[in-house]
T-cell receptor, first 111, second 114 residues
Framework: TQLLEQSPQFLSIQEGENLTVYCNSS?????LQWYRQEPGEGPVLLVT?????EVKKLKRLTFQFGDARKDSSLHITAAQPGDTGLYLC???????????FGQGTELSVKP | DSGVTQTPKHLITATGQRVTLRCSPR?????VYWYQQSLDQGLQFLIQ???????AKGNILERFSAQQFPDLHSELNLSSLELGDSALYFC?????????????FGPGTRLTVL
């Protein structure tokens, strides 16, 4: 059972386009994190959202945490080839530090 | 650079063999996590250690074991290797005091079992 469902799984767009990636769950999370992973490298933490309804911006990336803390979205404005990578959402599962990851969204931005 | 180091970067071995993957956490982090990433399974949590003690277990096979040493580095031992064990293995570390458990990942070890 996948606790965090990401959509879409694959996204191929042209440079300059906007896109949104979704991370959904039937469970409530105390926080959600977004990571970006490039091929052959480890995931890199982008942001943590902790309050229902929270919006965080990181340059052209906008992250939102749902009011009920069951979902999150990542919006990229004017995507660039450097945004290409695997985007993963993750949330803490029970106590003790374990993180549950979504299956990821593979983004390809073509020049 | 996350501050987490992993060695080796690549490992090629044969079925039935045993290998050891090594991880050094960020300075000051007491908690170490091991993950396996394959194309069909995504990023799967294997095991967590905190200050030398096992803290949580995930989908870790009995053929796999891990430990964390007094200097906080950790090793993941994989034995009786099978073709299906070929994957990327990541180590991550965190400051367990953080409420959000933000984790910092190493560059990974790519294991190929032939």
């Amino acid at each position: 059972t996948q606790l965090l469902e990401q959509s879409p799984q694959f996204l191929s767009i042209q440079e300059g386009e906007n896109l949104t990636v979704y991370c959904n769950s039937s469970s409530v999370f105390s926080s959600l994190q977004w990571y970006r992973q490039e091929p052959g490298e480890g995931p890199v933490l982008l942001v943590t959202v902790v309050t229902g309804g929270e919006v965080k911006k990181l340059k052209r990336l906008t992250f939102q945490f749902g009011d009920a803390r069951k979902d999150s979205s990542l919006h990229i404005t004017a995507a660039q080839p450097g945004d290409t990578g695997l985007y993963l959402c993750a949330g803490p599962y029970n106590q003790g530090g374990k993180l549950i990851f979504g299956q990821g969204t593979e983004l390809s931005v073509k020049p | 650079d996350s501050g987490v180091t992993q060695t080796p970067k690549h490992l090629i071995t044969a079925t039935g063999q045993r290998v050891t993957l090594r991880c050094s956490p960020r300075s000051g982090d007491l908690s170490v996590y091991w993950y396996q990433q394959s194309l069909d399974q995504g990023l799967q949590f294997l095991i967590q250690y905190y200050n030398g003690e096992e803290r949580a277990k995930g989908n870790i096979l009995e053929r796999f074991s891990a430990q964390q040493f007094p200097d906080l580095h950790s090793e993941l031992n994989l034995s009786s290797l099978e073709l299906g064990d070929s994957a990327l293995y990541f180590c991550a570390s965190s400051t367990l005091g953080s409420s959000y458990n933000e984790q910092f990942f190493g560059p990974g070890t790519r294991l190929t079992v032939l």
